[in-house]
């Protein structure tokens, strides 16, 4: 039997982490604003199928392994913070070209790969699932809470990549951002190597 009180708490949790405006989010929001609809929401599939890996890693106990496991961690650790600086260097050299980016097309699923990498390197992602979990489940729940729990937040991801990718291809937000876009990318630029940055530190904190 579901229980209907643990999967509300475990949905509002995840919805609370999914949504807030991280690594993942904000790369979402930056490539359909300058590149459009469809291939933003190519890239926002490859974030949701990266988020809902680590969802089946959580949900199969594999995430306890990870988190207790100092050399895997580490390595994730240091391979997200330099996909975040990577990414924080392609930001920079868009802030200090003075000609926008050709608009791209969509081939060979570059984009979704993108989307991909970026969160399967993200070892937060699989924090946050058992976070969420750990909000709601307990021994007393069965299979069918868990199993509900995981349609739930798949179904959280998949809608949350989605909506940045919509919300921001319209025509009117891509104008605003071709309007102050080397503002923008350098804005992004720093939030990513902070982020890198952060992660390779914790990568090597005690």
């Known amino acids: 039997m ?27 929001a930056t490539v359909a604003m300058t590149h459009g609809r469809r291939v933003g929401l190519t ?16 949900a199969m106990g594999m995430g306890a392994i990870l988190q ?8 994730l650790k240091l391979a997200g913070g330099v996909y975040l600086l ?18 791209v097309i ?3 699923g570059r984009w979704y790969v993108r989307g991909l990498l970026l969160n399967l390197s993200n070892p937060k992602a699989v924090l946050a699932w058992m976070a969420a979990f750990s909000v709601g489940l307990d021994p007393a729940n069965g299979p069918g809470t ?15 990549a989605t909506f940045w990718a919509v919300a921001f291809s319209f025509g009117g937000m891509m104008r605003a951002y071709r309007a ?27």
């Open 2 to 28: 579901i229980d209907l009180g643990a999967l509300t708490a475990i949905g509002v949790a995840f919805f609370v982490v999914a949504a807030s405006p991280g690594p993942g989010n904000l790369a979402g």
């Open 43 to 58: 890239f926002a599939a490859g974030l949701a199928t990266g988020l809902a890996f680590w969802g089946l890693v959580a």
């Open 68 to 75: 207790s496991s100092a050399t895997a961690l580490f390595v």
């Open 86 to 103: 990577w990414l924080a260097a392609l930001s920079a050299r868009s802030s200090l070209s003075r000609t926008a980016r050709a608009a």
């Open 106 to 108: 969509v081939t060979g």
């Open 146 to 160: 868990l199993i509900a729990a995981m349609v739930l937040c798949f179904a959280i991801t998949a809608l949350n």
């Open 180 to 206: 102050v876009r080397r503002r923008v990318d350098a804005v992004v630029a720093g939030l990513f190597a902070i982020a890198g940055f952060g992660l390779i530190r914790s990568a090597f904190a005690r």
